[in-house]
């Protein structure tokens, strides 16, 4: 996957990034169900690419304490396979 973000309000101790990622994976091997038929396929080479708007908030917060991101994303597959419908993700990161 790739992702590309960009500074969109900044002051000295606190920041806005709206960021875009997108994911693209191959499922080599394994098998699933198609709903309502209960026997399993082969899914080897099914292509999936999923999109993940989003925006991470960041405080500088001094001293010895460090760099607090706190970033909130949604993801969506664009191709009839998925490994799900919709997503809806927040991480932190504390780097100090």
Known sequence: GTGISRVFYETDDFAILPTLEMIFDFASDGQQTNFPSPIP??????????????????WDTGGDSGLLEIGFSGGVALTRESLYGGMIRTDIRWMF
């Open 41 to 58: 396929v082969g899914v080897e080479h099914t292509p999936l690419f999923q999109i993940c708007p989003g925006t991470r908030f960041s």
